[in-house]
């Protein structure tokens, strides 16, 4: 069983910058081949920050428009989630996400999914 830990959350000014960390405690019977962030904000549903599926593609949400880059995360590496010039808008419970990548004896792709508890991320105007 694996359980994601995040940190680095806070309160920043409008304009300023975060960087959130993940670490993983337990052990993958495979290795974690998905890792990534969600965010939620109150009154909504949690959206896709960053997703990377490891020696393929790295996916960010629209509203991050080259603000925020994913990182680490090679290994025992922790992986990061570095922010910048944060607007009022990116307040919410930031999530880490890691996923395995198991296949049926069909050759059928399975997901299975753990995620942290989370890190509030505070953003004042």
């Known amino acids: 069983q694996v359980q994601p830990v995040e940190s680095g959350g806070g309160l920043v000014q409008s304009g300023g910058s975060l960087r959130l960390s993940c670490v993983a405690s337990?052990?993958?019977?495979?290795?974690?081949?998905?890792k990534g962030w969600y965010r939620q904000a109150p009154d909504k549903e949690r959206e896709l920050v960053a997703s990377w599926i490891i020696g393929e593609r790295i996916d960010y949400g629209d509203f991050v428009k080259g603000r925020f880059t994913i990182s680490g995360g090679l290994g025992e590496e922790p992986l990061y989630l570095e922010m910048n010039n944060l607007e009022p808008e990116d307040t919410g419970v930031y999530v880490c996400?890691?996923?395995?990548?198991?296949?049926?004896?069909?050759?059928?792709?399975?997901?299975?999914?753990?995620w942290g508890q989370g890190t509030q991320v505070t953003v004042s105007s």
């Open positions: 996400h890691l996923g395995e990548i198991w296949y049926t004896e069909g050759n059928e792709k399975k997901f299975v999914d753990y």
């Open positions: 337990g052990t993958s019977a495979i290795p974690i081949r998905i």
